[in-house]
Structure formats: C-alpha cells, structure tokens
C-alpha cells in the first residue's frame, strides 16, 4: 500500500463591475517540506505553532512565454510580493469521509496587487515575513493581472489517500 498526499487549487477573480474570471480544478506541487513540517508537529516541536500563511508572488515574466516544472525541494517563493495569514477557524475545513483539506483564501482590494505567477502555502514556524516557515505546497500558474479593486478568491484542496 502506498500513501499519497495530493494538492489543487481553483481560483477566482472577481472584478468592481462585477466581471468573474474562473479557473478550473488545477493540480499543484506538494513539497518534501511538507513532510518535514508533518513529522516535526508530529514530533510535538514547541518552535512550530500550526498556522498557515498563503503567499503570493510575480515570479519570472519568462514564464509567461512557457511554464516551468517545479522541483519538489523548492522552499520559498521566487518574488513573493504578498502574503496573508489564514484564520484557520474560518479558512479550514477537513472532510474525514474524502480524506480532503480545504482552503479558502481571499485576497481583497487593495491585497496582493499585480501580476501574479506563483503561490504558496506556508506552515510550521511562519510569520508575516517573506520567505518565512515551510513551504508545503507550491504553483507556477499562468499570470493573473490582479487590480487594486479586484478580488481573488483561492480554494486549495490536500487530498491524503492510499492506493493498494
């Protein structure tokens, strides 16, 4: 039997006039950080305190032209430009009978403005500061021009499952 975690995210751009823009269902890249941040909480390590921040950045305009692979050891973000805190009460939900992990992020006016390439989730010993905590789940995405009035919604699901 062999264990898997799997990653995926949609989003959502909802402009002032009202305009929605919707991606579907991508798949993104869980790290080996990840796995170490599960087996440090595992390991009760007192340093970590369990929350997660999102992250955004413009990443390279030479991906626009062709997106590369991630590599499974990436650690942070290549421009990170923001980068918000989730309120795990109200952000999170785990559905135990699908084994699923759910985020939902919003990014407001004003958040997180520009173009945006790449994202990711942060855990373990994060804080508001760029580069920051564990890197466990990762996206080079194609770019989204996102406006001063705009607002992004960000769903990222972690599927855990086993296959025979």
């Known amino acids: 039997m062999t264990t898997w975690l799997h990653g995926r995210f949609r989003d959502e751009l ?4 009202g305009t929605v823009r919707a991606t579907d269902w991508q798949n993104n890249l869980v790290t080996y950080r990840a796995l170490d941040l599960l087996a440090r909480l595992l390991a009760n390590q007192p340093e970590l305190d369990g929350g997660l921040y999102c992250a955004v950045g ?6 626009d ?3 590369p692979t991630p590599d499974a050891r990436v ?6 430009i923001f980068r918000k805190p989730l309120d795990l009460a109200n952000a999170a939900s785990y559905d135990a009978t699908t084994h699923t992990l759910t985020l939902s992020i919003t990014f407001g ?3 997180a403005v520009g173009t945006l390439r790449e994202f990711g989730i942060f855990g373990g010993d994060v804080t ?4 920051s905590g564990y890197l466990v789940n990762y996206k080079i995405h194609a770019p989204i021009d996102k406006k001063e009035s705009d607002t992004l919604q960000r769903t990222v699901e972690f599927k855990l499952g086993a296959t025979v």
């Open 14 to 17: 909802r402009a002032a006039d």
């Open 58 to 63: 413009a990443g390279d305009a030479a991906w």
């Open 65 to 67: 032209a062709d997106l």
């Open 75 to 80: 650690t942070h973000l290549v421009r990170e």
């Open 109 to 111: 006016a004003g958040e």
């Open 128 to 131: 508001a500061a760029p580069d």
